[in-house]
């Protein structure tokens, strides 16, 4: 089956062939070849265990398989639209219900210490069953630390505010709503976001 390249990436080259996508991850010329293995063996490797780990606590891609000596992973493509192009056109409404499944599906990945690492519009997919998919996590980690959990809801915010410059207010308020439910530290942790939005207007600032 022939596959076709949809992103091409510092870190990797992302190809879609029939109902998959395969990431490949690109060398890197400037590292030395024994490290650059190393490197991009460990992360073929955290982002597969990743990924199968997020797929059982909200939609996402299934895993399939992480080759750690090709340095690929394949997973389940998803048929959908690119959530940032569809916010775009839906009514108020429908955006302040879809961000708050957002915030409600990022409350379960912190819940389980899954940091995400790129959270925006672009890295989510709607589906036609109207379920929002999270995908690319390239930059996922694991951490319990509430700073760490607040520094990716301000990703978001950020995100919100770049591409929805007069609504991002709303919908980052549909955010927070989903990301209170059913999340036991919600509230410290949206505690430690408003320190973490406040240093961020200070550097602005200065």
């Excluded at 091409?8 to 060398?27: L, P, T």
């Excluded at 990945?109 to 709607?126: A, C, R, V």
Aim: charged share 40%.
């Amino acid at each position: 089956m022939s596959s076709k390249i949809i992103q091409q990436g510092a870190e990797a080259i992302i190809e879609k062939s029939g109902d998959r996508i395969i990431k490949k991850r690109i060398e890197k010329s400037y590292r030395i070849k024994q490290l650059d293995e190393k490197i991009r063996k460990l992360r073929t490797r955290s982002e597969g265990k990743i990924i199968e780990k997020v797929s059982k606590l909200i939609p996402s891609p299934k895993l399939i398989k992480a080759d750690e000596k090709t340095k690929e992973i394949e997973m389940e493509f998803i048929e959908g639209k690119v959530l940032s192009k569809y916010l775009e056109t839906a009514k108020e409404k429908e955006q302040k219900s879809i961000c708050e499944k957002i915030g409600e599906n990022i409350s379960r990945l912190h819940k389980n210490d899954i940091i995400h690492g790129d959270l925006t519009p672009s890295n989510m997919i709607l589906s036609d069953k109207n379920k929002v998919y999270f995908i690319d996590f390239g930059l996922a980690y694991i951490s319990h630390k509430p700073e760490d959990k607040a520094v990716d809801l301000h990703l978001l915010r950020e995100a919100l505010e770049a591409t929805f410059a007069e609504r991002w207010k709303v919908l980052f308020d549909a955010v927070k709503k989903g990301y209170s439910k059913g999340h036991a530290d919600s509230k410290k942790i949206l505690e430690r976001f408003t320190a973490v939005e406040r240093r961020g207007r200070y550097k602005k600032a200065s």
